[in-house]
């Protein structure tokens, strides 16, 4: 059977082997009556034993792959397997004539609950290792195999639901080439493991786990999220090719990591790194951002039962802050509605979710909500080189509003005896044509712009970026939208003031000549994007993409513009 | 019965690292060792019973020994709050 499946692709690069389903057991507990509550207890001491040496290895095993620091996480699964509370609470329930198996699920599931429900991040977080652990031990009782993935010693590609933190710590990456999960996104945890571990990842599939059998050869693409089953003679050497290309080039881009981004005519540009949570700061590292560009807030506020405390939000900022060690630091204030929703905050339906109520707007709707971020990051701002960011605005006012609010809170902190840096900056992404347009009385205001692509472009072209049958008006290059960025790069150079892109179009390599040839002072792009466009930056010369400007502002259509681009470039 | 009252200055409270490093410390003695902040009590070997009360940098706790070796059970926990700055 010849069958292709998509998901995301969260981590590039090539995969080919085999793969290895990843099984989650079944672990249905009927309540039982027992008569011999001693051979029940000797049941269950055996179990945990059994677990104890399991989780010892598996400890051994993340140690060797990732670091006594990752392997950390199962000294505490041991702690929580050897808690007294939870066995007392087991034995309580058996000699009351319970089951060991349903007397251990009660006691795990009311631990767990109890650990649910704490507003704290970090501890909730906790509640998914004593599942872990718990699930281990109801396995031995129940004599269920668990696949221990710790035992693979063939190339293998993993196929799985989802990825716990004790199956990820047992890959090892000697054998795991890649890796597809039907469950996550972006910044799954999944996601941000195959970026770290560099091996091809694709998640979100949905049916894998339903249509790949074990052993099925696979070619995984992590770049544009593409799974082949059992794949023909010519995909295999044309993926073959594809995947020595890729291993050549991020050879060759390994020397420009330490390196500043330089073009041939010697002039410095930032290139720095979109991330979406602190997990993402090795990554960024690891590429030599000059910066961080765009630290999307969202996931403090994502997958959560309720909005993050100034605290939570203050720890994460001041992560960032200091661990980009002084490089500039863009973050840009809550950015949710549209296409990006809150379990526990109702947004309004509307016609129109990205002409709506969505970013500032919203903020402004909700000033505590918005009032609390801005007093974190304030407070956060002595750690590091701060910019402070504010999404979709369209007009003067509402940019005043923002900076407003934020000017009484950093009153509020100072009349409280808190330091708040007095160099940080305050700007706004560049992502509504209204604004582009009035650049130049932006510019009297604000710091700095940041130029989102991808909402600039739905915007002027009036196409929603969802809908694929008008697909066709995504232009990054069209002459209307460079018209606009030129607009908006001149207008704040005028007042001496800085512009840097988030979007993904500051990382393409048909869009960096002309940006560059325009003046754009800082690229953003996703990490693994970085060393390419350094390179392609080495190969460019400033002063001659300066010269073609004029012309190519004359030009009519986006395919003229690109064949430009592909001729001199 | 040996007893000793600290102020938690790991800047993360009692959770992770600090409560792990106290439980494992714990473990091996024979004497019961408890934790009470807040009126409530938990038994200190335990890493659920701990990390359950949500203790956060600056609270006050007591911890209670009893048993045959509750002084050098005391003694340990005295160690590990120092050389590790969780509490003084």
């Keep these: 059977m010849k ?30 009556t027992i008569d011999k509550p001693e051979q029940e207890l000797a049941r269950f001491e055996s179990a945990k034993s059994e677990a104890a040496v399991e989780l010892e290895a598996i400890r051994a095993k993340a140690a060797e792959n990732f ?38 699920q009660q006691a795990a599931d009311t631990f767990t609950a109890m650990f649910e429900a704490m507003d704290n991040e970090y501890m909730r977080e906790r509640a998914a290792d004593i599942r872990d652990v718990t699930k281990r031990l109801l396995a031995k009782l129940l004599g269920v195999h668990v696949s221990d993935p710790s035992t693979i010693d063939e190339e293998v590609i993993i196929i799985a639901d989802d990825l716990t933190p004790s199956a990820t710590a047992q890959l090892n990456k000697q054998f795991v080439k890649g890796f597809v999960t039907d469950i996550g996104g972006r910044t799954s945890h999944s996601a941000i493991l195959g970026r770290m571990l560099e091996i091809p990842a694709v998640v979100g599939t949905k049916t894998a786990m339903a249509s790949i059998e074990q052993g099925t050869s696979l070619i995984v693409d992590g770049t544009d999220g593409t799974v082949l089953l059992e794949p023909t003679g010519e995909e295999l050497n044309s993926y073959e090719t594809k995947k020595s290309q890729f291993e050549q080039d991020k050879e060759l881009l390994k020397r420009f990591v330490t390196e500043a981004t330089i073009t041939s005519d010697g002039h410095h540009v930032e290139v720095g790194a979109n991330i979406a949570s602190t997990e993402d700061l090795p990554l960024a590292d ?12 969202e996931f403090l506020y994502m997958g959560k039962s309720d909005f993050p405390t100034e605290e939570e939000q203050f720890d994460a900022y001041k992560t960032v802050l200091s661990s980009m060690n002084g490089r500039p630091t863009v973050v840009r204030t809550l950015d949710i509605g549209g296409d990006k929703e809150l379990s526990y905050f109702s947004t ?3 016609m129109n979710p990205f002409l709506g109520e969505r970013a500032i707007r919203l903020c402004f709707e909700h000033p505590e909500m918005f009032r609390t971020q801005l007093r974190a990051l304030l407070r956060a701002s002595v750690h590091g080189n701060l910019k402070i960011m504010f999404p979709m605005i369209a007009t ?14 950093q009153e509020k902190l100072h009349a409280e005896g808190i330091e708040v840096s007095d160099s940080y900056e305050v700007g706004m992404m560049l992502e509504i044509p209204a604004a582009a347009v009035i650049a130049d009385l932006f510019a009297k205001e604000v710091d700095f712009f940041s130029i989102g692509t991808n909402d600039l472009i739905q915007y002027t072209m009036a196409a929603d970026r969802m809908n694929e049958t008008v697909s066709y008006l995504y232009q990054p290059n069209h002459p209307s939208i460079l018209r606009l960025i030129n607009n908006v790069i001149q207008a704040a150079h005028k007042e001496g003031k800085w512009v840097g892109m988030c979007g993904e179009v500051a990382g393409d390599p048909l869009s960096i000549p002309v940006l560059l040839g325009m003046g754009l002072d800082e690229f953003s792009m996703s990490p693994s994007s970085i060393l390419k466009a350094r390179a392609q930056f080495a190969s460019l010369s400033k002063a001659e993409w300066e010269s073609y400007i004029p012309e190519i502002l004359q030009m009519e259509t986006s395919e003229k513009i690109i064949e430009f681009v592909k001729a001199h470039s | 019965m040996e007893k000793k009252t600290y102020t938690i200055t790991s800047s993360e409270g009692l959770h992770a690292r600090p409560c792990s490093m106290l439980v494992s ?22 890493i659920m019973g701990v990390m359950g009360m949500g203790i956060e940098s600056g609270a006050q706790v007591e911890i209670v020994a009893e048993g045959a070796d509750e002084a050098e059970a005391i003694a340990k926990v005295d160690s590990i709050m120092k050389s590790e700055s969780i509490g003084e």
């Design chain 1, 67 to 104: 670091g006594a620091d990752k392997a950390e996480i199962f000294s505490a699964h041991l702690l929580v397997l050897n808690d007294p509370e939870l066995a007392n609470t087991v034995k309580g329930s058996i000699e009351q004539g319970i089951n060991a198996e349903y007397a251990l």
């Design chain 2, 25 to 46: 410390a714990v473990t091996p003695f024979q004497s019961e060792v408890t934790i009470t902040y807040k009126e409530r009590t938990a038994n200190l070997k335990s």
């Design chain 1, 286 to 297: 690891k590429n030599g951002a000059e910066g961080v560009g765009l630290f999307r807030t």
């Design chain 1, 3 to 32: 069958q292709t499946i998509t998901g995301i692709g969260v981590s590039d690069g090539i995969a080919i082997a085999k793969a290895y389903r990843l099984e989650t057991p079944d672990l249905t507990v009927e309540k039982t």
């Design chain 1, 396 to 409: 003067l006012e509402e940019f005043r509003r923002a900076k407003g609010m934020l000017l009484e809170e």
């Design chain 1, 348 to 350: 309004p339906e509307e």
